[in-house]
Nanobody, 120 residues
Framework: QVQLVESGGGLVQPGGSLRLSCAASGGIRTISTMGWYRQAPEKQRELVAEVASNGVITATDSVKGRFTISRDNAKNTVYLQMNSLKPEDTAVYYC??????????????WGQGTQVTVSS
């Protein structure tokens, strides 16, 4: 069974940095897209950044120049390096993957979420 396991959230002061990791495992044939979404209290979940299998990156404007997404295909892992964090980046961050499993099924999977809090 395909699973996404996240790590790296926490509490950081404004201007600080955090790095999130998400590893996919369990009967994966190939991964199309891996990325990160976030959901702040009383707000809708939004795309932060995602990277396609061909390396094309899509990111929301508010994080451009501050966040960097990268992917290690050999490890089925995606990273989000977050620098110059702001209080408005506070949210639960969810890993997301669009993939094909070993049975030939196309699946969309979500991680369990990791809390990122930016506060002094």
């Amino acid at each position: 069974q395909v699973q996404l396991v996240e790590s790296g959230g926490g509490l950081v002061q404004p201007g600080g940095s955090l790095r999130l990791s998400c590893a996919a495992s369990g009967g994966i044939r190939t991964i199309s897209t891996m990325g990160w979404y976030r959901q702040a209290p009383e707000k809708q979940r939004e795309l932060v950044a995602e990277v396609a299998s061909n390396g094309v990156i899509t990111a929301t404007d508010s994080v451009k120049g501050r966040f960097t997404i990268s992917r290690d295909n050999a490890k089925n892992t995606v990273y989000l390096q977050m620098n110059s964090l702001k209080p408005e980046d506070t949210a639960v961050y969810y890993c997301n993957s669009d993939l094909w499993d070993n049975l030939g099924r196309r699946l969309v999977r979500w991680g369990q979420g990791t809390q990122v809090t930016v506060s002094s």
